[in-house]
């Protein structure tokens, strides 16, 4: 039955199966059945099995899909791949066409989410013209050469490069043993403008993180411009500018002050600034975010908006104890930065661990608790998560925006 699958996702652990008949090839196309004496035989699905992984199989089509018993009656698991990719490809650019994307103002987005568009282990992101395909399965490195046509038959786009997270492959195969069929090359440069929410960002995909940019914020970059206009903004962990620009372009924002610890993210930061012609109201600060707020604490500068979105500080559930305690003292040095006539912290985790922990309330507890730890007083308003396009994956994103009430009155008189 589908009580074989993990929760909610289309992942079946090798426990879960009988014993097979014979030796199956790692990474073999593999329909999924079930049979009862009430029901007799149902189709599960079609997947790629892999008996090294902690996931024995991942499945790519729903047996309760109507297109199954077409793609099921092909007669080689070459056309069966191809044809199943391509329907779920198709699939994702209608999902995304239904959210406006592309559209007006944005062309970069998440086309396929991994296990939310039943492409386990792959994510496909579109760049303007560019396309990246990030790989953390083995299935879709040994079948990357049909993952690639179909992407470029889906987009229209010829130029589609393929990155792997080698350390998930590895665990996922069992060992180094794929890299020996993986053609390594450098990764050329070539900067590209891409837009989002009508913000210009000079791309490019050989100086940047994981795919190239963080689109799952793009929904909450839009909804802080809205709350932009005529305020300072202090955007920390800034990474290319992306708060800092949508605040200023979209928003109306008088000022925007990044701050991040990479140089490289920095310099980017400030090329955005340029290509969109806000260079005179944008500054970048190469620092560590927490000397950063310390030295402004005591400088005694102050901002409207506070924008707190660091790295990932809870990888695992292992670490989230200290994790916990960063975000505190992260988030009270934000809110102390905050106007004394008030003003606004929209603050984010990255960590599945934090959005997840205490039935979902660790992040905002630990936040509300910060606020208070600074002296102020002040409530979360709304709580948000990623943008529709990265929806139907694990839950990890969160933010939450934050009024911080006045400490002194319209006087200025504390």
Known sequence: SRSIFTGSTNLVYLS???PLQSPLPQYSLVRLTTTS???GVQNLGIGVYNPSSTYAVRLLLDGRDPFFPLVSSLSTSSE???????LILQRCVMARGLQGLPGEGTDCYRLANGDGDMLSGVSVDV???DVVVMIQAGWAVMWRE???GCVKEATGKENVRVRVGWDRVKTDHGGDGLREVWEEGGEEGGVTVIKENGVKYLYDHAETQKTGFYTDQRDNRRMLAGMARGKKVLDLCCYVGSFSLNAVVGGGAIEATGVDSSARAVAQ???NALANGVEGKCTFVKEDVAKFMRRKGEEGERWD???LDPPKLAPTVKGLSRAVTKYATLNRDAVKLISPSGGVLLTCTCSSAMTNGGEGR?????VVKAVRNAGRTGRVVKKTHTAGCHAGGSEYLTALTVVVDPIEDVNGTR
């Open 37 to 39: 004496p009430e029901t």
């Open 146 to 148: 049909v993952l690639v």
């Open 269 to 271: 930061a400030e090329g």
């Open 362 to 366: 660790l992040f905002t507890d630990t």
């Open 16 to 18: 879960t199966l009988p």
């Open 127 to 129: 760049f303007g013209d």
């Open 305 to 307: 908006v506070v924008v």
């Open 80 to 86: 069966m791949m191809r044809s199943t990719i391509a």
